[in-house]
């Protein structure tokens, strides 16, 4: 089909949806490498530093998808996803047979194989492709993708993924992308949570938390949230580079998928009640980093 | 006092207690440095590669220690770091005005305070210099080297610090070295519980844990716990760089410390639960990685 297949291998019509501080980098990117983008978001204040990069505005998913050879997703909650997937002006009612969909999101695995079998039923195709790498590795196209799919579908999602990350891994099946992203969260969060606690230990121990860092930051204990995270805490900067509530959802959905294997996961359980703690506490559109704030204001 | 000051700067004559894994690469790296080494350690079996590069043999503390410029220990339990420095047969009642005590082991921020103030009371002096950068780190001389103790006492220990170690960092007054240590095990173990929990999700979610480290190894999930030891839990090597009795030993520490400085560590006390479970279920003498072994064979 003519709308489905693309002019030259360079240039792809993509639907987009979302325009979160990850989303709006990755277009930014699609767009600088000559694809077109058809853009909807929920709040178009968001979409219009890109509509000024050349992308064009979508009143709804189904809109922004209508044309589009692949059709790209970034947006938060999974109730969100399910809207902008299944809903009413949603991308799945009017999908049509060549279409292929690639959300970069983090949702439940048992979503991404629910929209898979959707797309499959009407001759298209799904991938489920989360990432990670934060802001940084946003802005710099060196996010890592965890990719889900059958092979021919994640072929050809590849140009586009090849445009957003440096890390791209097919990792199995539908639904195989977004476990891997749990795995990825799991790190994430353990390790975080550590660094604020043990960066917490080191300001009530009467220790230079900078000088701290000098000596941790490159031994047995390093991490990304070591070298990246701790010196923001240490500037008292709880920017999100990504948000609190994100990373609760993707621990819930961790939990949830870990009860449908039959295990128990109990650092998640801790990294999660901490985190729904600083929700509580006002904290959750801050950086994961603002955990800090926990221990700092007890 | 002669026994005290050092022929040449390149040569001093050092006592050494202990010969664990990492200590005897320490040893063996002041031995090639040109230094001579009088050691003790409770199983002489374990000396003996040392004493056949040119260690001489000590039957006690006590002994390795006459006449050395620079007593260094590395040894695993309170007890028996309390045993080296206090007991009968150990460092401090014969001590010499100008010896300089350097505890490379882990012990508690306020034993290192008492040490140094026993040691100044005769003359002499006392840095704290636990190490972080395990097996690896000792074996390389590229260990962390967290340093707590007076301006001048530092400066007489950087001789023996830089032989052995890459990244040292002065941290303050006695006991800062020890904190700073607990900074890192704080990261270390939250790092590394977390790396052994994520593993094992992978694992009973279907996916190649090989092809997931592909994907979460260099993104905001990186570790060294993901870098070094995640590949020996997939290879079945659960051989110690770090035991797992050390890091409970490690973790009581930091527990005790914060306790008399009125915090609260829920992450610390969570790791610290598996790790005494590890123990529990006969995994003490394991390396710290062995913790996946609680997962999976729960």
Same mark, same amino acid.
């Given at each position: 089909m003519s709308q489905t297949s693309p002019a030259s291998p360079e240039s792809l019509r993509i639907g987009w949806i979302g325009a979160g501080i990850m989303g709006s980098s990755m277009v930014g990117h699609l767009l600088r490498a000559g694809h077109s983008v058809r853009l909807h978001t929920r709040t178009r204040a968001k979409a219009e530093p890109l509509l000024a990069? !050349? *992308? %064009?505005? $979508? =009143?709804?998913? *189904?809109? #922004?998808?209508a044309g589009a050879h692949v059709v790209c997703s970034n947006v938060g909650l999974p109730a969100e996803v399910e809207e902008v997937y299944f809903g009413a002006n949603g991308v799945l009612p009017r999908l049509q047979p060549g279409q292929l969909l690639v959300d970069f999101g983090t949702s439940p695995p048992s979503? $991404? &194989? &629910?929209? #898979? =079998? *959707? #797309?499959? $039923?009407? !001759? *298209? =195709?799904?991938?489920? #492709?989360?990432?990670s790498g934060? =802001?940084?590795?946003a802005r710099n196209a060196t996010l890592s993708i965890m990719v889900g799919g059958s092979d021919a579908a994640v072929a050809r999602a590849m140009p586009v993924l090849s445009t957003l !990350?440096? %890390?791209?891994?097919?990792? !199995?099946p539908a639904g195989s992308g977004q476990r891997t992203k749990i795995v990825n969260q799991i790190l994430v969060a353990a390790n975080t949570l550590g660094m604020c606690e043990a960066l917490h230990f080191a300001s009530r121990a009467g220790l230079d938390p900078q000088r701290v860092l000098d000596s941790v930051g490159g031994g047995a204990a390093a991490s990304w949230s070591i070298q990246v995270l701790a010196p923001r805490v240490l500037k008292g900067d709880f920017d999100p580079g990504f948000i609190v509530e994100h990373l609760v959802k993707d621990l819930r959905i961790a939990r949830s998928d870990a009860k449908e294997l039959g295990e128990l996961l109990p650092l998640v359980d801790l990294c999660l009640a901490r985190y729904e703690a600083l929700v509580d506490a006002g904290h959750g559109r801050k950086g994961t980093q603002g955990v800090y704030l926990l221990y700092r204001d007890r």
């Open positions: 990069m !050349g *992308a %064009t505005w $979508a =009143d709804s998913p *189904a809109e #922004a998808s979503f $991404a &194989r &629910r929209l #898979a =079998d *959707a #797309a499959v $039923a009407k !001759g *298209a =195709d799904s991938v489920d #492709a989360p990432v934060g =802001d940084i590795g !990350g440096k %890390t791209i891994v097919h990792q !199995g």
